[in-house]
């Protein structure tokens, strides 16, 4: 088989089904991943038993094979729960009747370690994993307490106990890899949707209003010369009210979409509230400005949000304020405040630039 059907046999394996929410899917995956790997690893180990003929351990590791298996099956019919128990159970099963097979002194007691941390670190929910430790816990100890006592059941075992120790400890490090590779893609994953959600706004994915905010505290603290432009789409309560939240959103999506598409490659947009955005545009003049907002009053005029068979034009009241026209950010943030309710109080669609210009649409455009 090349490496290419390969690849295409484990994706199809472990990727997750369509009908899984996007922030699932990736926690589905890595699970899907470990049943395939335990599989291979059961499959791997069945070889060195092979090698070592130890036929109940070859039958005991393929029964393993079968029920990750299973395990995999009924975790694509999103049975998440049942999936994860046949997997431990199996596995339980396997490393106490090892031991008792074997000898306690041939390295099987650490699995009872890995099938710990794998379960704690799987997505089973917190009361299901109290009960699993507990259960995992007791075999455990039981098993390590009566070793002293047993005889192994495999008594000409002792003569390949060392290979058995070092087939063991070399699975133990691969198994172990694996588990702290799993955590590190946990980790990464988690990072990354905190960050995300820290500075994007989830409806309209423009900067949150704290991010677009920390743009703006930067470009103030290095004295750069800037300019906020704070919008407000007018009389959005109606659209709200008229034709339902839902479709509310979905403008605010498109007004998002417009103005960012109005801007040059280091203007900032950020959402600040409901229906109002900031843009924070860095070493720019009054003109620029300008011409970015003309830009966003013609845009929004040639493409109206479009809802099925519904046209939704939608204006925008704008203030503007300059970095250099105040001595604090706080300032600088209230002057474009003023300036946007004058806009609005003007009768709205119109920009107001300083505390004697208001642009009209007519002007604008
Ligand atoms: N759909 C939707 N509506 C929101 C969201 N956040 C705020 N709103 C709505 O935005 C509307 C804002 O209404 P107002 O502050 O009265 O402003 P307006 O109707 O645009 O009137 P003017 O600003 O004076 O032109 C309210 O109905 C809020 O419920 C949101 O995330 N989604």
């Not at 970095?323 to 405040?337: N, R, Y």
Request: aromatic content about 8%; hydrophobic content about 50%; glycine content about 4%.
């Amino acid at each position: 088989m090349t490496s290419r059907a390969l690849q295409r046999l484990w994706e199809w394996l472990c990727s997750a089904p369509g009908a899984l929410p996007l922030e699932q899917r990736r926690s589905y995956e890595v699970i899907a991943q470990t049943f395939v790997l335990a599989s291979l690893g059961h499959l791997l180990f069945a070889c060195v038993l092979i090698g070592l003929q130890i036929p109940l351990l070859i039958v005991l590791n393929l029964a393993c094979v079968a029920t990750n298996t299973a395990a995999l099956m009924f975790h694509r019919r999103l049975q998440l729960n049942r999936a994860m128990s046949v997997k431990l159970t199996a596995t339980l099963l396997l490393i106490t009747l090892s031991v008792w097979w074997i000898g306690p002194d041939a390295g099987f007691e650490y699995y009872f370690f890995l099938l710990l941390c794998e379960m704690l670190i799987s997505d089973m929910a917190a009361r299901y994993k109290i009960a699993v430790s507990a259960v995992i816990g007791s075999v455990a100890l039981a098993t390590l307490l009566m070793a002293p006592h047993f005889t192994p059941w495999m008594l000409e075992a002792a003569a390949f106990r060392k290979d058995i120790r070092l087939t063991n400890l070399v699975m133990v490090f691969l198994i172990l890899g694996l588990i702290l590779w799993r955590l590190h893609a946990i980790t990464e994953r988690c990072e990354h949707h905190f960050r995300r959600d820290a500075t994007y706004d989830y409806l309209t994915k423009v900067l949150n209003r704290r991010a677009i905010f920390h743009e703006a505290e930067m470009l103030w603290q290095q004295e750069r010369d800037f300019t906020l432009l704070l919008l407000d789409a007018d009389h959005f309560k109606q659209v709200n009210d008229t034709h339902g939240h839902t479709a509310g959103d979905e403008v605010l999506r498109h007004l998002a979409y417009i103005v960012r598409g109005a801007l040059r490659e280091d203007d900032r947009l950020g959402r600040v509230g409901g229906e109002e955005f900031l843009i924070v545009f860095p070493d720019s003049t009054r003109e620029e400005v300008l011409s970015v907002a003309s830009r966003i009053r013609r845009c929004l005029a040639d493409q109206p949000c479009q809802l099925e068979t519904l046209t939704l034009p939608v204006t925008f009241s704008m203030g503007m304020a300059a970095a250099k026209e105040v001595t604090s950010l706080q300032a600088l943030i209230d002057m474009a405040d003023r300036r946007l309710y004058r806009a609005k109080s003007a009768g709205r669609d119109q920009l107001v630039m300083s505390d004697l210009e208001i642009i009209g649409p007519a002007a604008v455009l």
